[in-house]
């Protein structure tokens, strides 16, 4: 009969925002109707929105969706 062994190994990681791609990406939602600006690589476009639905439809509250992408890394280990 043999016998199963394991080896653990344990490692630093990093975690880094991802510039290789593309920025963040902002969108904002209308917190009355559900509405929303769409997804924009800048923030000018979803609030100049958020201010137009406010004129138009006299809604006030509005939520900022912003998606950041990471990496993980491991770690360089220092002697």
Known sequence: MTS??????????????DTSGSG?????ECM?????????????????WCLRHAGRTGHTGFRCVVTTFFRATLAERRP
């Open 4 to 17: 199963a062994r394991s080896v653990w190994r344990f490692a630093d990681w990093a975690l880094t925002v």
């Open 24 to 28: 963040p990406i902002y969108e904002q």
């Open 32 to 48: 009355s109707c559900g509405d929303n600006s769409g997804a924009a690589d800048g923030y000018e476009g979803p609030d100049v």
